[in-house]
Nanobody
């Protein structure tokens, strides 16, 4: 059993930065590909960034150049550094872990999910 707990969300102004954390328990982060997704109100859950088991990273076009995903294996923690935040980044952000396809980007490919953390970007 894997448990994921996100933290770091909040209310910020456009242009600000936030760092989300996802602490994993029940496994070593090396075992799984881990990712961040987000879901705005009334919208589907969308892929944001992925850190694969082979250390490959990938980003959605909408966040490329502004967000950085990283992983601390010693702490079993996944991070998402979000810079130059925009109002359209407002959403609940979810951490996910999956043991399937190495470069998975679809929500159904991930087996474990955190409870989510709210990020609101507003003037």
């Amino acid at each position: 059993q894997v448990t994921l707990v996100e933290s770091g969300g909040g209310l910020v102004q456009p242009g600000a930065s936030l760092r989300l954390s996802c602490e994993a328990s029940g496994h070593t982060s090396r075992t799984y590909t881990m990712a961040w997704f987000r879901q705005a109100s009334g919208q589907e859950r969308d892929f944001v960034a992925r850190f694969s088991r082979n250390d490959n990273t990938s980003y959605a076009d909408s966040v490329k150049g502004r967000f950085t995903i990283s992983r601390d294996n010693a702490k079993n923690t996944l991070y998402l550094q979000m810079d130059s935040l925009k109002p359209e980044d407002t959403a609940v952000y979810y951490c996910a872990a999956g043991s399937g396809r190495l470069y998975a980007t679809a929500p159904w490919e991930y087996h474990y999910w955190g409870q989510g953390t709210q990020v609101t970007v507003s003037p």
